[in-house]
């Protein structure tokens, strides 16, 4: 069974338990939403065609995460003339899990959501510059023992200055 559902101005075909990239969607990650807008469904014998969408059926899904896509480079040249120009893009993505295909009248159950679990956001702390106040509150280290110096090494022979021409005659 599989659907063509239009998530933000694009078509996409799915199917249950599949995960999909669309355009960034207002949902918080791990919610459930449900998408309206489906043109079309086909469960192997029959095909159901919307004008232009069906009514009544809809499309349950879970928001996994949001993030960015890959990078898109634009490069810009005109040949001869000195112009270049380079852009750069990463759009916005949400990533969804879509639990079921919905027809007219059926409900979904969010409790037997069979989407895996949503991924934390990494958080980095930012680095502190230890001052004397904290150094102090710093429990104090062991000194390492110290190491033997090493032998100091022979310097090589300073080589002589050539002695001056005399140019006087």
């Not at 969607?25 to 919307?50: F, P, R």
């Not at 949001?66 to 852009?87: A, P, S």
């Not at 102090?136 to 002589?160: Q, R, S």
């Amino acid at each position: 069974m599989y659907a063509i559902v239009d998530i933000a101005g694009q078509q996409f075909k799915v199917k249950a338990a599949q995960k999909l990239k669309v355009h960034r969607l207002e949902a918080e990650a791990g919610k459930h939403v449900e998408i309206g807008k489906v043109l079309l469904i086909s469960n192997g014998k029959t095909v159901s065609v919307g004008t232009p969408v069906l009514e009544g059926a809809r499309i349950a899904a879970k928001v996994l995460n949001h993030g960015k896509g890959d990078k898109v480079l634009v490069f810009k040249k005109k040949r001869r003339k000195g112009y270049q120009k380079l852009n750069g893009h990463r759009q916005y993505i949400t990533e969804l899990w879509i639990e079921a295909i919905l027809g007219k009248g059926e409900k979904f159950d969010a409790s037997k959501s069979t989407a895996p679990a949503p991924k934390a956001a990494k958080v980095i702390e930012p680095k502190v510059k230890k001052t004397a106040a904290t150094k102090a509150a710093a429990p104090a280290k062991k000194a390492a023992p110290a190491k033997k110096a090493a032998p100091a090494k022979k310097a090589a022979p300073a080589k002589k200055a050539a002695p001056k021409k005399d140019t006087k005659k």
